[in-house]
């Protein structure tokens, strides 16, 4: 059974551009939130998916924006890039009614 | 105000003792749950272990338990018989409901745990 995956690894962009990142939950996992987590902090809470909608959001700003496919894929998107967007993104999933969420190996973004 | 608080920078720990990591946290809420993670240098966050606001057990995950004190608002992590492989950051977090059944998950700053051989 494969765990949460997320592409690419790694990363580079300079600022202005645009990048987007992918995740594939876990089988059986239809919750799939976004995480940024800067060198040497803790993961900072994006947004999260259900039924193809955002349904919490964290204090980022719109330059953040995602999706969620049928098949319970996401993607997270980010504009105008900033060289403070540099970071780890994680990407957590999480089954029905369950509480339990599990993170990917995270793709990992230079902002030059 | 911090809703997860880890007051430990860092720790060492030796070989084959136990370490308690600290973590309080701060909610009105009555439902809630809290986590501890891994996250080696390689950067995956690794699930250890899950207490719920309303379970009188503490929970335990082999070499992994929680002491879930709720009137402290205290949810330490103990690890026994400590391994080299335990050599990590360690990260407390809390799920909250929100209303629609949302949830948010907040981390704390994390501690790094280094075991002595």
């Known amino acids: 059974d494969a765990g949460v995956t997320q592409s690419p690894t790694h990363l580079i962009k300079t600022r202005g551009q645009q990048v987007t990142l992918r995740c594939s939950p876990k089988s059986g996992h239809d919750t799939v939130s976004w995480y940024q987590q800067a060198l040497g902090q803790g993961p900072q809470f994006i947004f999260q998916y259900y039924e193809e909608e955002e349904r919490q959001r964290g204090n980022f700003p719109d330059r953040f924006s995602g999706h969620q496919f049928p098949n319970y894929s996401s993607e997270l998107n980010v504009n105008a890039l900033l060289l403070g967007d540099s970071a780890l993104y994680l990407c957590?999933?999480?089954?029905?009614?369950?509480?339990?969420?599990?993170f990917g190996p995270g793709t990992r973004l230079l902002v030059l | 105000a911090q809703k997860i608080t880890q007051t430990q920078p860092g720790m060492f720990v030796q070989e084959k003792e136990a370490v308690t990591l600290d973590c309080t946290y701060d909610t009105s809420d009555q439902s809630y749950g809290l986590f501890w993670y891994k996250q080696p240098s390689s950067g995956e966050m690794i699930f250890l272990i899950y207490q719920g606001s309303y379970d009188e057990q503490n929970a335990t995950e082999g070499r992994y338990s929680l002491n879930f004190q709720k009137a402290r608002k205290s949810a330490n992590l103990v690890i026994s018989a400590s391994q080299l492989g335990d050599s990590a950051m360690y990260f407390c977090a809390m799920r909250e409901f929100h209303s629609g059944g949302y949830q948010k998950v907040t981390f704390g700053t994390g501690t790094k745990l280094q075991v002595i051989p």
């Open positions: 957590a999933s999480s089954p029905p009614h369950r509480e339990t969420q599990y």
